[in-house]
């Protein structure tokens, strides 16, 4: 369904960066006006081409404010800005609290002043932690193993006491893996260093830089791999126009939804799956097992479904891998 956004603003915090850049171009083509705010600690200028932006660091609670007072007419914002590599969570807790915590919650404030009363916040299906209730279900217990998903916790209890005491709306999305690029190629995973599975993998198949280390071959799996949900970047980006649908039509004032397909791979699977699109081999080492890693975790989809229309349409497992040969080859051309 192609819902149109009818030229209404919509602030991106962390625009520039991977999942960001896709929900801007996305927004343009519903017909909306996505206005990015960034403090480019991660984020690329490059990947900022459907909108203004401003240049922002939510740590700073005076320029948050002020950014949103300049922006006073926006109601919708979008929260995707934090920090995201979950090692460097366990060895700079401080950072973490300090960037995701205290950032969203110095976003919360500058909304409640302005009267942007709705909000779409990324966290992640880290905030649940070890569990065997595969596929996960929203009400699965949320016990978050890294700091990095603790802070996601923190953000989403915030949130539902913002929407208790002062009827904030929101929608809650739990990312599964985010992997894939925009089809034509323009935008794609750039980080840096990148920690990303599907980047790395692709590099080695490629033959640049050493082997791929794969975390662990010993895991409680038919293949002794990791387990994850990889969902298209572009259908996350498609989530958030479902989202703003169903908040705009009423439909819901509150909601904490999963954003997977349902379906889980293993890391040798990711790894056969590119040498079948690229004709290249991975070579690879087995390494021990990575600090913060859970053995698998996969989504319950059916909610999202229910709650938004969203369902997956660009996810599978080949298309994410072609979609993100295809970017990460011109980059590296
Ligand atoms: N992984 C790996 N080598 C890498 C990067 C990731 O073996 O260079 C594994 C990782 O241990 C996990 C899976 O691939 O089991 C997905 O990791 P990724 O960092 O892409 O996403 P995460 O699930 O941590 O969010």
């Not at 649908?245 to 990711?270: F, K, M, P, Q, W």
Request: proline residues 4%; hydrophobic residues 35%.
């Amino acid at each position: 369904m192609h819902y149109n956004l009818n030229n209404n603003p919509v602030i991106v915090v962390g625009g520039a960066g991977y999942i960001g850049a896709h929900v801007c171009k996305t927004i343009a083509k519903h017909g909306g006006r996505p206005i990015v705010f960034d403090n480019f600690s991660a984020g690329h200028k490059h990947a900022i081409k459907w909108g203004p932006h401003v240049e922002v660091d939510l740590r700073d609670r005076k320029a948050t404010q002020k950014a949103f007072e300049t922006h006073s007419d926006v109601k919708t914002v979008i929260h995707l800005a934090s920090s995201i590599e979950v090692g460097i969570g366990e060895k700079y807790p401080s950072e973490f609290y300090d960037n995701n915590v205290s950032g969203a919650l110095n976003l919360l404030m500058a909304m409640k002043y302005t009267g942007a009363d709705r909000l779409i916040f990324s966290s992640t299906c880290a905030t649940y932690g070890e569990t065997q209730n595969m596929p996960l279900l929203e009400t699965e217990v949320q016990n978050p193993f890294s700091v990095y998903g603790k802070t996601k916790l923190a953000i989403e209890h915030m949130i539902q006491s913002y929407h208790k005491a002062y009827g904030m709306k929101y929608v809650t999305f739990r990312y599964f893996n985010a992997s894939g690029a925009d089809a034509s190629g323009e935008i794609g995973e750039e980080h840096d260093p990148e920690t990303h599975l599907i980047p790395n993998a692709l590099k080695a198949a490629a033959g640049l830089g050493p082997k791929m280390k794969l975390f662990g071959a010993d895991y409680d799996t038919p293949d002794g791999t990791c387990i994850r949900d990889y969902i298209h970047v572009t259908d996350i980006a498609l989530a958030h126009i479902d989202a703003i649908r169903t908040l705009d039509e009423g439909a819901t004032t509150h909601a904490e939804v999963n954003i997977g397909t349902g379906e889980g791979y293993s890391v040798l699977e990711i790894l056969t799956m590119i040498q079948k699109v690229t004709g290249l081999p991975v070579p690879y080492d087995i390494s021990p097992r990575r600090e913060g890693d859970l053995t698998q975790l996969y989504a319950d989809a059916t909610n999202a479904k229910k709650v938004l229309g969203f369902s997956p349409q660009h996810s599978d497992l080949e298309n994410i891998i072609k979609t993100a040969w295809n970017f990460h080859r011109k980059q590296w051309e």
